[in-house]
């Protein structure tokens, strides 16, 4: 079975603190993907990779960064964490068509 | 482009009475179609998939769906509802070579003893 591996299911951060998300697969998919879900608004793309090194803005990039540097890793980086950063974080994995994501656990990000 | 549209974001039904959950898509190419389901504090899981071929697809846990593309939808059924039931389903789309699902807003399934 494939496995996507999120480091942390539960975060506390503060305001302006540095955050970093990691995301291991196991299945030698080139596609990875980091999404953000609350309530309401389902969930909503923020960056994605093709392949190592190569990364695309989603739909709402904006405060986040990521990285690719292996693979099977895919991290996402909030440079200075602010409260409406609050929510769930999903990491996917894909191989190629027809596109089927599996999911981490994910983690919960909660900024004071 | 593409984008779902999942009417009803709270859907409740009774122990044993039939499950409808609805979504309408649009997409600018033949799409693949998803439903996945999400339990409390757990990642999502793929409940079924319709990419080419049949269009009435069966899932895990007793689920099905029908492809209707004169009506651009993908409604996802469950002839009888369990208790374990109880979750929050999301249907997705994507089309061609897009890399990326563009994911409905989720509707919650309550079920009622």
């Known amino acids: 079975d494939v496995k996507v591996t999120q480091s942390s299911r539960y975060l506390v951060k503060r305001t302006g603190e540095k955050v970093f998300l990691e995301c291991v697969q196991d299945m030698d998919h080139e596609n990875m993907f980091w999404y953000r879900q609350d309530p309401g608004l389902g969930l909503r793309l923020i960056y994605f990779?093709?392949?190592?090194?190569?990364?695309e803005k989603g739909d709402i990039p904006e405060g986040y960064s990521v990285s690719r540097e292996k693979k099977e890793r895919f991290s996402l980086i909030l440079e200075s964490a602010s409260t409406n950063q609050t929510s769930m974080y999903l990491c996917?994995?894909?191989?190629?068509?027809?596109?089927?994501?599996?999911f981490g656990e994910g983690s919960r990000l909660t900024v004071l | 482009a593409q984008s779902v549209t999942q009417l009803g974001s709270h859907v409740s039904v009774s122990e044993g009475a039939l499950v409808l959950l609805r979504c309408n898509y649009s997409?600018?190419?033949?799409?693949?179609l998803f439903w996945y389901v999400q339990y409390p504090n757990q990642g999502l899981q793929l409940l079924l998939k319709?990419?080419?071929?049949?269009?009435l697809v069966k899932g895990i846990n007793g689920f099905e769906a029908e492809f209707k593309k004169s009506e651009t939808s993908f409604h996802l059924t469950k002839p009888s509802a369990h208790m374990s039931d109880a979750a929050e389903y999301f249907c997705?789309?994507?089309?061609?070579?897009?890399?990326?699902?563009?994911f409905g807003k989720g509707t919650l399934l309550t079920v009622n003893p």
């Open positions: 997705a789309v994507t089309g061609g070579s897009n890399y990326k699902l563009t």
């Open positions: 319709y990419t080419t071929g049949a269009t």
């Open positions: 996917a994995s894909k191989s190629f068509l027809p596109g089927e994501l599996f």
């Open positions: 990779s093709y392949d190592v090194k190569m990364k």
């Open positions: 997409s600018s190419v033949p799409p693949y």
